[in-house]
């Protein structure tokens, strides 16, 4: 394994996060395994306090993980009898959004901790308007000060709002990632012309409805598929578009290596928020498979629109590219967007930012030391 870049050693890393175990509903689950595999192949040392729920208990497609320690705990209590210690001992401790009694549990951390302290956003456009309307429910903004380190799924101006308006100490982005030794292209025929993976949102249906459902309509000729759970009964779907109600991961790199091309849709708060890249756009992107997105700000920062990802807001123009853009070309633009995830979107690559922000904060409190 590499060794941590941080200050030359390994960190011993506490995350308190919603779940590791079950990817059931939860799609937590996929960024923290990608990021702490990373880490793990960095060379940290990682515990893993995930609150045992029945829904995750009954749900488990990762009771064991291998790349880093788990604890499992029933109560506030419990985890403050049995892992303050580590708590207290690590150099680094992260909780992250929608963690069950998450303000007691932020603030608990803060108390104890004795290294650097991280939130770590999963939902920052959705933290941001709890902390507008004061919903308290996984965090308040009377904690978001206390931590050394704001960490955020959405980047671009979001960063400077949390700061300006929260008082995050150091707003920083830290997107999703992929791990690519369960995402690659594979050999074999495309069974589907184009494909979405999503559970049902009624803000994402009418861009779903726009960007595959019109033109399934329009290409009878052609197959479809969406995948995920929770779709109404009464959505008429064409003929050629097949439904699939639940995916799970283990699954998804056949699904997408299984399709032609494949479709990115965005939640709208995410689209106002701009800078919110979706897991399943690294994921898909890993795969070679060509990406078919919707428009929005911060974009084509991630992918070069064009030569490694195709945007676009028109039911017309999907229909174009399904029908005219040749083979190679699709796998062209596929290929650059492997590359441009390899270099910049795996797990190991969020560690090494996360090292580089740990070594920021522990600048700055040596530079205070030494006053």
């Not at 941590?4 to 590791?20: C, E, H, P, Q």
């Not at 709208?268 to 994921?283: I, K, Q, T, Y």
């Not at 070309?329 to 441009?340: E, F, M, Q, S």
Request: charge should be negative.
């Amino acid at each position: 394994m590499a060794q941590g870049a941080v200050s030359g050693r390994t960190l011993d890393v506490v995350v308190l996060g919603l779940s590791i175990t079950s990817s059931w509903g939860n799609g937590h689950a996929t960024t923290f395994r990608a990021l702490l595999k990373g880490m793990a192949q960095r060379g940290h040392r990682v515990l893993f306090l995930e609150r045992d729920k029945p829904w995750y208990a009954e749900n488990r497609d990762m009771p064991n993980p291998d790349f880093c320690d788990l604890a499992l705990y029933d109560s506030l209590d419990e985890l403050a009898d049995k892992h303050a210690q580590a708590v207290r001992r690590a150099d680094l401790v992260v909780v992250g959004s929608y963690v069950p009694d998450g303000v007691a549990v932020g603030t608990w951390v803060q108390e104890t901790a004795e290294g650097v302290t991280a939130f770590y956003d999963i939902d920052t456009p959705v933290t941001v308007a709890r902390l507008e309307r004061g919903d308290t429910e996984y965090l308040s903004a009377a904690i978001v000060p206390g931590f050394d380190l704001y960490l955020s799924f959405t980047g671009g101006p979001t960063l400077d709002r949390l700061e300006r308006e929260f008082g995050a100490q150091r707003a920083r982005v830290l997107y999703c990632s992929v791990d690519p030794d369960g995402y690659f292209p594979e050999l074999g025929p495309a069974r589907w012309d184009l494909g979405y993976l999503g559970t049902y949102s009624t803000d994402r249906q009418p861009t779903l409805d726009r960007l595959l459902v019109e033109p399934a309509r329009h290409l009878p000729g052609s197959s479809f598929i969406v995948a995920g759970p929770q779709y109404p009964a009464d959505i008429d779907w064409p003929a050629n578009v097949q439904r699939v109600e639940h995916l799970p991961p283990a699954e998804h790199r056949g699904f997408y290596n299984a399709q032609r091309f494949t479709l990115n849709v965005t939640r709208a708060d995410m689209v106002a928020a701009g800078w919110s890249p979706s897991v399943r756009l690294f994921e898909a992107a890993a795969c070679g498979t060509p990406i078919i997105s919707d428009p929005w700000q911060g974009l084509d920062t991630l992918f070069k629109p064009g030569e490694e990802i195709l945007i676009t807001d028109d039911s017309e123009q999907v229909a174009r590219w399904l029908r005219d853009l040749t083979a190679n070309r699709a796998r062209a633009i596929g290929r650059a967007a492997r590359r441009r995830v390899l270099a910049s979107h795996t797990g190991v690559r969020r560690a090494m930012e996360l090292e580089a922000y740990v070594e920021e904060v522990r600048g700055v409190q040596r530079a205070a030391r030494a006053l």
